[in-house]
């Protein structure tokens, strides 16, 4: 520590600067993320066969970790906001090493359970990092997001093909895959400076009981609604548990002097739309990564559909779809130059209807659902890479990791509902006696993401670019920093 002029301490200038060196740590830090969330998926299929966790087992835990993300992100996004955006990624990265770490040395199902939900704090990562790059580097904000995007998407891919050939003899191999870029995140985290965003309010936790429960009571009836029987009093139950809380939420966050989400900032119509936008996105393009997986497994010769494919071809492909997010999230800055913020946005919603109308045309022949996919995975990195940047840059400077975690959470609640959904389609298109998903389940599933995605395509078109950063009345902008919970 050092001393200024008034005989004050401050900490240390940070290792990395402000440069390409900060940008270079966040990228690790964002590897990090990719690798794990794309290494479990395809290692589902083998991992449930060692494990004994059947088709619908093996989707719920990767709704489980959509649930994890949709529960952490405004917590994260909130914390930061009060204590320090490099204090709560310091945090969020240990917790993400930690569940890494548990379920490679003790692989089971209940472990693997615990694990996704530890890696859940990775959905902090992009909020709290953003938060620093638009404090300390403005300027680089567009570039450093798409940049940032960019990796995210090929280490997701990365991730599944490292794990799926250490996984070729023993699938549990393959769990190691997250572990040491984990620990290499953790290194990096410690060495970004922070944001110098002032910092003030509390943490609401009535708000914080209110929402959790919420949205795991909707994503819980949505995705055990089938096999509860949807008119049963066990799903009615739940189901208006959900709306009771989030209604409760909604109502206590408009009436509280620091929110935890601010209900207010939806009033912003361009992050409204924005948000909305990537829930509809999301819900296909990322709620049906667990399936697709499954879908590629699955053995033609006893199901009549899917392509026989084991862990490390599951990982190509996935990895072939990064590569086309890659070069979506990258082309977005000069397209968005171009033809303008709406034209992009509407652009991402094109591209993911079309992905999956053409898995539900062309599913029957490799080639063609190979083709499809790659549309989803381009149209992938537009609009993350887009809608992370919008979500910035409509907000005052001291709203960004608080605006960024509102469409995160978008993000993580759409892929979430879109697991269920998926989740719930495919378990009603299962023959009664536990035998194979029908070809219809993953029909109707593609049907339903494409038409989630021109929800998105209808809600883009009501953008409207220009005009400075909205921030909404609230009655509460010069609170003092309490830095204390309530």
Do not use: K
Not at 8 to 18: F, K
Not at 54 to 72: C, E, K, P, R
Not at 219 to 226: C, D, I, Y
Not at 458 to 465: I, P, S
Request: net charge neutral; aromatic share 6%.
């Amino acid at each position: 520590m050092s001393t200024d002029g008034a005989g004050e301490t401050r900490p240390p200038a940070p290792l990395v600067g402000t440069g390409p060196g900060m940008l270079g740590a966040m990228a690790v830090v964002v590897l990090c993320s990719g690798i794990v969330q794309g290494y479990l998926t395809p290692l589902l299929p083998a991992l449930g066969l060692r494990l004994d966790i059947d088709a619908v087992g093996q989707n719920n835990i990767y709704l489980l970790s959509q649930v994890a993300f949709t529960v952490m992100t405004p917590l994260l996004s909130r914390l930061g906001d009060l204590y320090g955006h490099r204090r709560l990624l310091r945090l969020a990265v240990a917790t993400v090493a930690a569940g890494s770490l548990l379920m490679a040395v003790w692989p089971s199902a209940p472990t693997l359970a615990l694990g996704v939900v530890l890696q859940g704090a990775l959905v902090g990562f992009f909020p709290l990092l953003v938060g620093i790059l638009r404090s300390r580097a403005p300027e680089r904000n567009r570039f450093g997001v798409s940049l940032l995007v960019g990796v995210l998407l090929i280490a997701i891919g990365v991730g599944g093909l490292v794990a799926g050939l250490l996984s070729e003899r023993h699938p549990e191999a393959g769990l190691w895959a997250a572990v040491p870029v984990a620990l290499l995140a953790v290194l990096a985290a410690a060495l970004l400076p922070d944001s110098d965003a002032p910092r003030g309010g509390r943490f609401h936790l009535g708000a914080a009981a209110l929402l959790t429960g919420g949205l795991v009571a909707l994503v819980l009836v949505l995705a055990q609604g089938g096999g509860w029987g949807w008119a049963s009093p066990a799903t009615a139950g739940v189901a208006v548990a959900a709306v009771v809380l989030l209604w409760a939420w909604v109502a206590v966050e408009r009436r509280a002097a620091h929110p935890l989400v601010s209900v207010r900032m939806l009033s912003n119509p361009r992050l409204a739309v924005v948000s909305a936008h990537t829930f509809c996105a999301a819900f296909g393009t990322i709620g049906f990564l667990g399936a697709n997986a499954l879908f590629l497994a699955a053995d033609p010769d006893e199901t009549g559909y899917g392509m026989g494919l084991g862990p490390r071809a599951i990982a190509t492909v996935s990895l072939a779809m990064v590569v086309t997010g890659f070069a979506g999230s990258v082309l977005t800055p000069r397209l968005t130059r171009r033809a303008g913020d709406r034209a992009v946005l509407t652009s991402g919603g094109v591209l993911v209807a079309l992905g999956f109308l053409g898995m539900v045309a062309l599913h029957g022949s490799f080639a063609g659902y190979v083709a499809a996919a790659l549309v989803v995975g381009l149209a992938t990195g537009v609009f993350e890479s887009v809608t992370r940047t919008l979500s910035a840059e409509v907000v005052p400077e001291h709203e960004t990791a608080l605006a960024v975690g509102l469409n995160e959470l978008a993000l993580s609640l759409g892929a979430a509902i879109g697991a269920a959904v998926i989740g719930a389609l495919l378990a009603a298109n299962r023959a009664p006696d536990g035998g194979p998903i029908a070809a219809s389940g993953f029909v109707w599933s593609w049907t339903a993401c494409a038409a989630a995605a021109v929800l998105g395509t209808a809600l883009a078109l009501r953008y409207r670019t220009g005009g400075a950063p909205h921030t909404p009345a609230t009655g509460h902008e010069h609170d003092a920093p309490e830095g204390e919970f309530a």
